[in-house]
């Protein structure tokens, strides 16, 4: 054995031989000295099982590495926004372009916390508005790109669309440290075995158990306000402040046993933080959700959840909007709501037998004859309407009755039977997104452009989506 180097011994086959052959040396020379030494032998003539188990071997230590693919993000809002999209397309609300200003950390705690929360979210929010389609219009805010464009000769500003609103703010509020809270346990039991023999090590044996943990909670605050682009003055009550709880928290816990002297046991630890930066993106597509539907007066509120309260603002418009209407706009007004709802109505400004019907199907309680829409009903219709892919289907094919009635009006000598033999059957079908697409027309109308050739009783052929939040000067 003197001439056998350590170092040699590289092979498992080989430590093993070796590790018994010095097994068996120390047995025959500390044979003599009686059981005392038993607990020794018996852990040395394991020695070459325990080498050899590769997983045992600290030379062949190894971790394995989780592998995850490239994933879309989706969030809790992904699909609101959507159908925020497809509920300005039903409620008719016209075309709002929106340009969106640099929206950045104004806390400072971005840079001093080590990136916790992000220093610009101008990003996040170009994908939210972006994201939201129908009859909304994002356009970015980047002169320097303009500015290149022009000078290469690229491109000039005769094309480019105007903004009607910008939206501006930034992370208003990073509270750290609002709450900290620890706790734990620590169990333990011993107990005197008596009789055993002179060589064990020790007459004990015990079980201890402990768990300690601690958990944080810090506060993320938006706040982002609406401007008119041409005056650059805010929009009144066009504003949204929301905030967001996120929490952190650590747990270890240990388990020993001891029997008869050694002791062995297990020790875990875990530590969890909530994600900082996917708070502030909720926290900005749920603010871009209540701003847009906030402006385009529409009930947005359905898309947060069945415990979220309708928003009084958007109330007070639609309620100030009732008592505004002419009794024949107010009346079309409804006819059109109720043939989105799916009832067949016609829209002609007159409370007849069939929108009563529709009027009494919708709300049993309703008075036939009274002669009266209230306000209640006159708001129940319209923030119930719903927003999936059929009223889509349907409020396409409402404005292309209301193009060939203010056609049919302005020129009635140049109105193609064709034309009027598709309204009849829209109405009498409730024509589906086929019969729109192959729909006879002359020319393409946009919805201003009809409403505001429309002549005589014409106001109630108009389409009478509310459209953006109205200032006072409007009025």
């Known amino acids: 054995m003197d001439g056998i180097r350590a170092g040699a011994w590289s092979d498992k086959a080989e430590l093993s031989s070796l590790a018994a052959f010095m097994t068996f040396r120390v047995q025959k020379q500390l044979m003599p000295c009686g059981y005392k030494l038993k607990w020794l032998i018996a852990a040395a003539m394991l020695m070459p099982l325990i080498i050899s188990c590769a997983g045992v071997d600290p030379r062949d230590v190894d971790v394995e590495l989780e592998q995850s693919d490239p994933e879309v993000k989706i969030t809790s809002y992904t699909r609101a926004l959507s159908d925020l999209g497809s509920m300005s397309k039903v409620f008719d609300t016209g075309l709002?372009?929106?340009?969106?200003?640099?929206?950045?950390?104004?806390?400072?705690?971005?840079?001093?916390?080590?990136?916790?929360?992000?220093?610009?979210?101008?990003?996040?929010?170009?994908?939210?508005?972006?994201?939201?389609?129908?009859?909304?219009?994002?356009?970015?805010?980047?002169?320097?790109?303009?500015?290149?464009?022009?000078?290469?000769?690229?491109?000039?500003?005769?094309?480019?669309?105007?903004?009607?609103?910008?939206?501006?703010?930034?992370?208003?509020?990073?509270?750290?440290?609002?709450?900290?809270?620890?706790?734990?346990?620590?169990?333990?039991?011993?107990?005197?075995?008596?009789?055993?023999?002179?060589?064990?090590?020790?007459?004990?044996?015990?079980?201890?158990?402990?768990?300690?943990?601690?958990?944080?909670?810090?506060?993320?605050?938006?706040?982002?306000?609406?401007?008119?682009?041409?005056?650059?003055?805010?929009?009144?009550?066009?504003?949204?402040?929301?905030?967001?709880?996120?929490?952190?928290?650590?747990?270890?816990?240990?388990?020993?046993?001891?029997?008869?002297?050694?002791?062995?046991?297990?020790?875990?630890?875990?530590?969890?933080?909530?994600?900082?930066?996917?708070?502030?993106?909720?926290?900005?597509?749920?603010?871009?959700?209540?701003?847009?539907?906030?402006?385009?007066?529409?009930?947005?509120?359905?898309?947060?959840?069945?415990?979220?309260?309708?928003?009084?603002?958007?109330?007070?418009?639609?309620?100030?909007?009732?008592?505004?209407?002419?009794?024949?706009?107010?009346?079309?007004?409804?006819?059109?709501?109720?043939?989105?709802?799916?009832?067949?109505t016609r829209v002609t400004g007159v409370l007849d037998a069939q929108t009563e019907a529709a009027l009494l199907a919708f709300a049993p309680d309703y008075q036939v004859g009274s002669g009266e829409i209230s306000e209640e009903l006159f708001t129940d219709i319209y923030i119930g309407m719903p927003f999936d892919a059929a009223a889509v289907g349907r409020r396409v094919a409402l404005d292309n009755i209301l193009y060939q009635q203010a056609m049919a009006q302005a020129e009635p000598e140049q109105t193609a039977p064709e034309a009027v033999a598709y309204e009849e059957q829209a109405y009498e079908e409730q024509a589906t997104v086929e019969q729109i697409a192959a729909a006879p027309q002359a020319e393409t109308m946009p919805r201003e452009a009809s409403a505001a050739e429309s002549t005589g009783n014409g106001n109630a052929l108009q389409s009478t989506g509310f459209g953006r939040m109205l200032n006072d000067s409007d009025w």
Do not use: C
């Open 96 to 344: 709002v372009k929106i340009q969106s200003n640099d929206i950045t950390d104004n806390t400072g705690t971005a840079m001093t916390t080590g990136g916790e929360i992000q220093r610009n979210i101008t990003e996040i929010m170009k994908s939210t508005l972006n994201s939201i389609g129908g009859n909304v219009v994002f356009i970015e805010y980047d002169p320097g790109f303009i500015q290149n464009q022009m000078v290469t000769g690229y491109s000039d500003f005769a094309d480019k669309l105007i903004p009607d609103v910008v939206i501006t703010g930034g992370i208003t509020e990073f509270d750290r440290g609002l709450e900290t809270r620890g706790d734990g346990v620590d169990v333990g039991a011993q107990a005197t075995v008596s009789g055993l023999k002179s060589w064990v090590p020790s007459d004990e044996i015990g079980v201890n158990y402990g768990s300690a943990g601690k958990a944080g909670k810090a506060r993320i605050t938006l706040d982002f306000n609406m401007k008119d682009f041409t005056t650059l003055a805010g929009i009144a009550k066009m504003t949204t402040t929301n905030s967001m709880v996120v929490n952190k928290a650590t747990r270890q816990q240990e388990l020993g046993v001891t029997i008869f002297g050694p002791t062995f046991g297990l020790k875990g630890s875990v530590k969890k933080v909530q994600g900082r930066h996917e708070a502030v993106r909720l926290l900005v597509q749920t603010s871009m959700i209540q701003m847009v539907g906030k402006y385009l007066n529409i009930p947005y509120w359905r898309l947060l959840g069945d415990d979220t309260l309708p928003d009084p603002v958007v109330l007070d418009s639609i309620a100030t909007i009732y008592y505004s209407m002419a009794p024949a706009t107010r009346v079309a007004a409804i006819q059109q709501w109720l043939y989105i709802h799916g009832y067949d």
